[in-house]
């Protein structure tokens, strides 16, 4: 992470996606550019339509600008291990820090949403000016601006904002957007409220309780961060991580969502653009082991139980991804915007719901297992036949072609990972039946079919010639996805560690890693996927080769931004980030990766 001063510079609009910081509260989150324009904001929910949508569409979207009114450059950095931001803007005149953050909620009349940015002049004297342009529903319904007694307030429908200021100048209404501008001077302050209802009366609160929970706000995340449990290597970046995931927990109902943005493009320009505002089941066990390892009991709690409910209503089948609450729609539609850096189609819902993936029941199962085995739990007799009846589904599903991890929309294949978690799925099933968590009065059968499954494998998935297991059966093409193999007691050791010589041969270049590098029915190519760099780190730490899996670490660390975020991909070449951001996936490979590290140390 960088101190370095920048001079922020747009292109057409946009900022460099790396140029963001996220500030959240546990229902939705925000994107706060490093020129202090917030360009992001789903309202009241991370997967409710955009108030702030200047991420995609500059003109349409609508952003909440703060900045000074006179050439400056800017440093920023949350507030100690917290997810409240500060950035400090510099000019020839003065020095101001304006923090940021999206108040928790707390006792008492309150706004359903609150952003709070507190201004602070810390030197000399500064002219700043602010701009509250609000767009409900993606940038496409009617908004409405008027003045309330003086308080700026935006409508559409059931949607409502309202801005509070204090110091901050009087507000005008000037086109499309409320305006004001102000000036500090050395130890002088002021503080905008933007209040965000929903279907509710509006709330207009007072100065000092904006103030009472902002610093209530910096507290929790000082005491939440001091109860992480982790002391092993890169303990700071850890911890960022674990604080950027529970900026991606969804706090009425446990769930994960994968990214809070939609349709950032992992080829700029390009058709590759997707909706992460769902939670994957895929990344439950990679979640489960680092919450378990945090310390973070009632969140992985929290989690297990979520997916237990989610996957009650499609059970025995799993669905590859499910609504926050826990729903199965996620109709996939286009929205008429511009795209982030003229990224088309702008695409809200997620056609990858219907797919067949298998490797998600050795998700599911591993889950499972790491909380019996790590959480001291037990699961209770109802659950404990769902799983059995979900473990009779993938002995006689594991056969079947799948779209597999990487979610491809061309044809299905029997791809190898899916394989390898099926087996994990049976494996896990087993272990958890010999425990008398689950019935066992198929575990003979499961037992065999995971044989037949390794057997499946290691005779139709791995090439002599490569040295390797390979992408699918039958394919001379490799896939990083087949690094998670080591972690989960799957494979010889002679041939994992062959096959991690292979991905590194064919599909990294130094630390970057590509998922694949074979035709996947889109156009473009893609950027290198960072939570496969991750993986390499944890299988080169699994299959006992600790200097390089530290080797690579160092290399990846300092691929974050200012702010120690990550995107879903990165650009080898330039180190411009890609895809949606921040990337809950990305964050649990980090962490993941320092884990494996620590545990291969410790032996």
């Given amino acids: ?48 339509p955009s108030a702030f949508g200047a991420l995609l569409d500059p003109q349409k979207g609508g952003a909440f600008e703060l900045a000074p009114d006179e050439p400056y450059t800017v440093t920023r950095s949350y507030a100690g291990e917290t997810n409240v931001l500060e950035t400090t803007f510099r000019s020839e005149s003065g020095t101001v820090r304006v923090t940021d953050a999206l108040t928790l909620s707390h006792p008492g009349l309150a706004p359903a949403r609150e952003l709070v940015r507190r201004v602070e002049c810390v030197g000399g004297r500064l002219p700043m000016r602010w701009r509250v342009r609000p767009r409900f529903g993606y940038g496409l319904a009617n908004t409405r601006l008027e003045l309330r007694s003086g308080i700026p307030v935006a409508t559409a429908g059931s949607d409502a904002v309202s801005l509070r200021l204090f110091d901050a100048g009087e507000a005008r209404i000037r086109s499309d957007a409320f305006e004001g501008d102000f000036e500090l001077r050395e130890g002088g302050d002021a503080l905008l409220a933007l209040g965000a209802d929903h279907q509710e009366p509006m709330v207009f609160p007072r100065r000092e309780e904006c103030e009472r929970r902002l610093d209530q706000t910096l507290a929790f995340w000082t005491d939440w961060a001091g109860a992480r449990s982790y002391e092993g290597p890169w303990r700071d970046e850890v911890i960022r991580s674990a604080l950027a995931l529970k900026l991606l927990v969804y706090a009425p109902s446990g769930a994960y969502v994968a990214a809070p943005t939609t349709s950032l493009p992992e080829v700029a320009g390009g058709e590759r653009n997707w909706d992460y505002r769902y939670c994957w089941v895929r990344d439950a066990s990679f979640a489960m082991d680092s919450l378990i390892e945090l310390g973070c009991r009632a969140e992985s709690r929290a989690f297990l139980w979520w997916m237990l409910h989610a996957s009650q209503l499609t059970h025995p089948r799993l669905q590859v991804l499910y609504q926050l609450d826990g729903g199965i729609e996620a109709k996939e539609r286009e929205l008429p915007l511009a ?42 007799a109802d659950t404990g036949k769902r799983f059995a009846r979900t473990a009779d589904l993938v002995a006689e599903s594991w056969r079947q072609k799948d779209a597999g991890i990487w979610e491809v929309r061309g044809e299905a294949e029997h791809f190898t990972q899916s394989k390898i978690m099926c087996w994990v799925a049976l494996d896990r099933a087993c272990r958890l039946a010999e425990r008398g968590q689950l019935p066992d009065a198929h575990a003979e059968r499961w037992r065999e079919e995971a044989g037949e499954i390794r057997r499946f494998v290691d005779e139709r998935c791995w090439s002599d010639e490569k040295r390797s297991y390979v992408r699918a059966e039958g394919s001379d093409d490799l896939d990083a996805s087949i690094l998670v193999a080591p972690t989960l007691g799957f494979g010889e050791p002679d041939r994992l560690r062959q096959t991690v010589d292979a991905v590194r041969r064919e599909l990294s270049d130094g630390p970057f890693v590509s998922r694949y590098r074979t035709d996947d029915a889109l156009a473009g190519e893609e950027g290198a996927f960072l939570a496969c760099s991750f993986w390499l780190v944890q299988a080169l730490a699994a299959t006992a080769r600790v200097d390089e899996a530290t080797s690579v670490m160092e290399e990846l660390l300092p691929l974050a931004n200012d702010v120690g975020l990550y995107a879903e991909e990165i650009d080898a070449r330039t180190g411009a980030f890609l895809g949606n951001f921040p990337q809950a996936l990305t964050h649990l490979a980090l962490i993941g990766a320092a884990l494996a590290v620590k545990r291969a140390e410790e032996q």
């Fill in 1 to 48: 992470m960088s101190a370095e001063a920048k001079r922020p510079k747009r292109r057409d609009g946009y900022l460099p996606i790396r140029d963001y910081a996220a500030i959240g509260d546990g229902r939705t989150l925000a994107l706060v550019g490093i020129d202090g324009s917030i360009d992001w904001l789903c309202l009241p929910h991370f997967d409710s």
């Fill in 339 to 380: 795209g982030y850096a003229d990224s088309r189609p702008v695409r809200i819902g997620n056609g990858a719901a219907d797919q067949l993936q298998l490797d998600l029941y050795g998700d599911l199962f591993e889950t499972a297992w790491l909380y019996v085995r790590d959480g001291g739990a037990r699961l209770d």
